[in-house]
Nanobody
Framework: QVQLVESGGGLVQPGGSLRLSCAASVNIFRINYMVGWYRQAPGKERESVAAITSGGTTNYAESVKGRFTISRDNAKNTIYLQMNSLNPEDTAVYYC?????????WGQGTQVTVSS
């Protein structure tokens, strides 16, 4: 069982930045989980934002490339999402996800609101 706890969401003005954190209860990278961030805006389906493998390979949704950066701290079992140049379209609940084969774990989500 893997527990994921997100933090770092909040209200930010357009053009601003936030850093989200996702603390895992186990060393998910040593166990080769794929870890990523998803988001769900009101009335929309949940979508993938960014992911990072145990080997450090990253991938991003086209809408966030060049603005968001996913990273990890193995010692802290923590994944980060640095979000820059935020715009109102980035407003959503952001979720951390870890999966390995049939195993799939989600955090509780953290709200990000971009508004002036």
């Amino acid at each position: 069982q893997v527990q994921l706890v997100e933090s770092g969401g909040g209200l930010v003005q357009p053009g601003g930045s936030l850093r989200l954190s996702c603390a895992a209860s186990v060393n998910i990278f040593r166990i080769n989980y794929m870890v990523g961030w998803y988001r769900q805006a009101p009335g929309k389906e949940r979508e993938s934002v960014a992911a990072i493998t145990s080997g450090g390979t990253t991938n991003y949704a086209e809408s966030v490339k060049g603005r968001f950066t996913i990273s990890r701290d193995n010692a802290k079992n923590t994944i980060y999402l640095q979000m820059n140049s935020l715009n109102p379209e980035d407003t959503a609940v952001y979720y951390c996800n870890a999966h390995l084969g049939p195993l799939d774990y989600w955090g509780q989500g953290t709200q990000v609101t971009v508004s002036s």
